[in-house]
């Protein structure tokens, strides 16, 4: 029984906000299945994934000694090598926002009863829970004959590498929005854009090379850029490098300031897009 | 025997004035907005750094990666950079990642045209001036490393060089187009998976693989040919093979492949014949 | 009747032949449920579509053919058959004395084709140098190139437009360019698969106008699909209709009406607001004093219905027209759909 209006405003809420996961739920699940509607040849990318960490494995036993470098022993790299495959969609976060603008389909999108941001941020997840199964945790599972340790340098840093990732994502949704945005107001065509941001996020967030491997002015000066929060930071944390909150707080801080950049370059660019989408 | 010499001489002059035609379209489509070919240039050159600057620092961090030193790997980076250049020069606008063309169902453009298609996948895409960006990095590392060698080289060696860029700008391709083949059957699904194939190649090519187990080796030289794009030929011309003969190896393999790649690919024209594609996406005909 | 040819030459009058030509695609069938979405990634559920079942038919040098059908009925399969894109499962085809698959290079040098939703225009280009491109590749020499391009921007009105990057043109304009691509190397057969989809009237009557000239001055034969009976109707001289890959219906657009029916409108205005009640015709909308009937031409004469109103009341003025081309091909298709029993009881009754 509702007693006072405080009471029924409360259940109202709720009602709305379990309505609106009902949304997101719905909108995920319809990418994570789109993903198996056609053939099982987007395995293909995974077995491509999966040579690129044995490669990447070998350079690093290669180049570095049992000690390592730079305060990060071989052991350490080579896990931090794995979970970044791992978790590689998480800490690159890409939404299909840029397609949508590609096949002129944004306009549609906004006919829909959810926030543009919403839509693709839950397709994006949708999309994560597919490759989770079907290509992290096999990838985790078969670490032990790769010869890596996948387990994180304790359990504390277990526990903050997981608020560090959903930072991580935080950041790196954020940046994709506002490269978005900026490929409206611009008028870039979108194949630029992608080239411009695949090759600034590839060195820049440390996701393939540890920035501390950098020569030092060059990976200090990295490591407090926005993209390094993207993978750089919940990478050190899982391995137990780096001053932990530290790199938590400038991801906060990234996240802080990143998405109403976001928000008001959307807002700015909104006329544009239309035209953009056809 | 005249006439065959005479039909040879009209295909290349035909091949030569096609070429012509493409680059004067590459130019008026730079020239026609500045504001966008400085922004290509400026991509294309920022994706070209891109890929090699990561092995680039670390190289300089460890003084070379194992046994190859900081000169080695400019060449090796160089050579690697160059085969890329080389594809988008001559397979611009998606015809070396066929997969988007079959994909997207627009094979049937290349089909109405009055020409045999080998000639229309070895002309449609030169795009000389876009592709500059990546062919000038690569030659000027390539270069440097080699200044840095202090190696003697005669033109026998260059020859070689060429020969062997070509040929891994073949293995490459032909990789596309093997596994691009596959669009024919599944549309949707394969359409980028001829993008795949190139990353794996793309993005694995700059690094030196002498330390990998024999199996991972032996699949990066032959199912996966990482190795035949840069690493093995790069050995065989800085003369890092005990063997001389290791020089015709790329070569041999590019024919190997791009005998395969013919096959699957005229067994998927086949099975489009008979099936057309039920899907086409309308982004820009020859994007 | 038309004399039987039965290879088609480039010296024969026939340009288009299909013998009993079939063609089956294999679809694959989804679920909703990710459970069979799963098992189908590995055992796919495969369905035959029968697009075409047995299509004969032939095209005479000079003809413009309207080729229709419902959705789905097969009319970009043929289209593609013929334009070289697609190969036959069973059954002969020939254009222009050609085999379009086997000999491809030589056939597509002397058809055109448009595709009404793609594109031949090369996209970050202006259309000039699309024109430019297919002079080169198409082998055109310069002179002709230079005189057909010409008459094209004139007729077709594209000097507005001639130098804008294709991707900026309007759906009007983009589809004016393609016709004007397409008809650059003056080909003898013209396949237009609804080319007008989308355009606005005064777009259509201009691309339409234009087609029929050409007939007209250059003997070009026509092949064209389009879901507006009223365009093709004005278009073409023959209809060729198709139903679940079968051809329903090949002969004039006159014969096309009398197999339905001879349907006709009667507008009468009359005295009083009332509408008279007519035996044999249905009142389908009555406006203050004007009123306007369906009826049969074949099942009752005018003159009967008029004496019938006039004993109802008195009539001002009369109007007869016949019943829309659209309203004809509706009801052949809603026939379609129904089931075979019915039909049988329709035609007993």
């Known amino acids: 029984m ?63 000694s049992e000690e390592g470098a730079s305060g990060l022993s071989l052991q350490a790299v080579l896990t931090y090598t794995l979970i970044s495959e791992v978790f590689f969609s998480q800490l690159n976060p890409r939404t299909s926002m840029e397609d949508a603008f590609w096949q002129g389909t944004i306009a549609g999108r906004m006919a829909q009863p959810l926030g543009l941001f919403e839509q693709f941020t839950s397709e994006t997840v949708g999309r994560w829970f597919f490759e989770w199964c079907c290509f992290s945790i096999p990838l985790v599972l078969i670490s032990p004959l790769l010869g890596v340790n996948v ?6 840093a277990g526990l903050l590498f997981i608020v560090s990732l959903l930072l991580a994502v935080s950041v790196g949704l954020a940046l994709e929005y506002i490269f978005c945005a900026l490929l409206v107001i611009w008028q870039l065509p979108l194949w630029v854009m992608l080239q411009i ?15 501390a491997f950098l020569p030092d002015l060059v990976g200090e000066i990295f490591s407090w850029l926005p993209f390094a929060s993207m993978a750089s930071a919940p990478l050190q944390i899982y391995v137990g490098a780096g001053n932990t909150l530290l790199l938590v707080l400038l991801q906060v801080f990234w996240s802080a300031l990143l998405w109403p950049l976001a928000h008001w370059l959307w807002f700015k660019g909104r006329e544009g897009m239309i035209s953009y989408g056809g | 025997m005249a006439a065959k010499l005479n039909s040879v001489w009209r295909t290349l002059k035909r091949i030569w004035q096609l070429w012509l035609f493409y680059a004067k379209l590459d130019l008026l489509l730079l020239i026609s907005d500045v504001r966008l070919a400085l922004i290509y240039f400026s991509s294309e050159l920022l994706t070209s750094i891109g890929s090699v600057i990561g092995l680039l620092l670390l190289a300089q961090r460890f003084d070379g990666i194992g046994t190859w030193t900081l000169n080695h790997l400019y060449v090796l980076l160089g050579y690697s950079t160059l085969v890329l250049g080389i594809l988008n020069t001559f397979f611009n606008y998606n015809l070396s990642l066929i997969s988007r063309r079959i994909g997207r169902g627009q094979l049937d453009h290349v089909l109405v045209q009055p020409q045999p298609l080998w000639m229309i996948f070895i002309t449609e895409g030169f795009a000389p001036l876009s592709g ?156 | 009747m038309p004399p039987q040819v039965h290879n088609a030459t480039a010296h024969s009058d026939i340009v288009v032949e299909l013998q009993d030509v079939h063609k089956v695609f294999r679809q694959r069938q989804r679920s909703s449920r990710l459970s069979e979405t799963i098992r189908h990634m590995f055992k796919p559920r495969i369905r035959e579509v029968r697009a075409l079942q047995g299509v004969s038919m032939q095209i005479r040098r000079g003809e413009i053919v309207a080729y229709a059908g419902p959705n789905g009925a097969g009319k970009s399969t043929t289209i593609k058959l013929l334009s070289g894109l697609l190969a036959p499962n069973a059954g002969r085809v020939r254009a222009l004395g050609f085999d379009p698959i086997n000999e491809r290079v030589q056939y597509v040098k002397r058809i055109g084709v448009v595709f009404g939703q793609r594109s031949e225009l090369w996209y970050d ?62 080909p003898e057969l013209l396949f237009l698969d609804e080319p007008t989809i989308g355009l606005d009237v005064l777009s259509k009557r201009m691309m339409l106008d234009f087609v029929k000239e050409l007939n007209r001055k250059q003997q070009v034969t026509v092949m064209i699909t389009s879901h507006d009976m009223a365009e093709l109707e ?10 679940h890959g079968k051809v329903a219906f090949d002969g004039p657009f006159e014969q096309l009406r009398q197999t339905m029916s001879d349907g006709r409108r009667l507008i009468i205005e009359t005295s009083d607001e009332t509408a008279p009640s007519l035996e044999g015709a249905e009142l389908i909308e009555s406006q203050a004093r004007r009123h306007e009937y369906r009826f049969d031409a074949s099942q009752i004469k005018i ?47």
């Not at chain 2, 993008?195 to 991972?216: H, I, N």
């Not at chain 3, 080169?136 to 437009?161: C, M």
């Open chain 1, 2 to 64: 509702i007693e006072n209006g405080l009471g029924q405003q409360t259940i109202i809420r709720r009602g709305r906000w379990t309505r609106r996961l009902a949304k997101y739920a719905k909108t995920a699940s319809m990418a994570a299945s789109g993903y198996i509607g056609d053939s099982p040849l987007f395995m293909f990318d995974y077995v491509m994934r999966v040579l690129r960490v044995l490669v990447l494995l070998s350079i690093w036993r290669i180049v570095l």
């Open chain 1, 151 to 156: 387990l994180p340098a304790s359990l504390g």
């Open chain 1, 197 to 211: 941001r695949s090759a600034f996020i590839t060195l820049l967030s440390g996701a393939m090379l540890p920035l």
């Open chain 2, 132 to 287: 500059l960006m990546g062919l000038i990095p690569g030659i000027l590392l390539f270069a440097w490393g080699l200044i840095g060698l202090g190696v003697s080289l005669d033109l026998g060696w260059w020859a070689l060089l060429v020969l062997n860029l070509f040929a891994s700008g073949t293995i490459m391709m032909s990789f596309n187009y093997i596994w691009g083949s596959l669009a024919f059957v599944a549309p949707r699904s394969s359409e980028e998976i001829s993008s795949s194939a190139s990353r794996l190649l793309d993005q694995l090519k700059v690094y030196p693989l002498d330390g990998l187990g024999g199996l991972l080796l032996g699949s990066l030289m032959t199912v996966a040919p990482v190795g035949l794009v840069a690493w093995y030929p790069v050995r065989a011309l800085l003369g890092l093979n005990s063997s001389a003969w290791s020089i015709w190896i790329t070569p041999l393999a590019a024919l190997f492949m791009l005998g395969i790649a013919l096959f699957c690919f005229l067994k998927g024209l086949g099975y489009y014949a008979t099936t057309g594609s039920q899907r086409y996406s309308s982004l820009g005909h020859r994007s």
């Open chain 3, 125 to 186: 280009h202006p259309v000039a140098a699309s024109y430019e491109w297919k002079r080169v590749v198409w082998d055109i020499p310069q002179d002709r190139f230079a005189r057909t391009q010409k008459r094209l921007i004139e007729v077709l009105g594209l000097e507005e437009f001639f130098h804008s990057l294709a991707r900026e043109l309007s759906l009007g304009q983009r589809m004016r360019a393609e016709l004007g691509l397409a008809l650059l190397h003056e």
């Open chain 3, 234 to 243: 004005q278009l073409a001289g023959r209809m060729v209709m198709i139903d």
């Open chain 3, 303 to 349: 003159v009967d219905l008029l004496n019938q109103a006039a004993k109802q009341t008195s009539i001002i003025d009369v109007e007869t027209v016949r019943a829309p081309i659209d309203e004809v091909i509706a009801n052949i298709y809603q026939s379609w759909r129904k089931p075979k029993e019915v039909l049988e009881l329709e035609e007993a009754l």
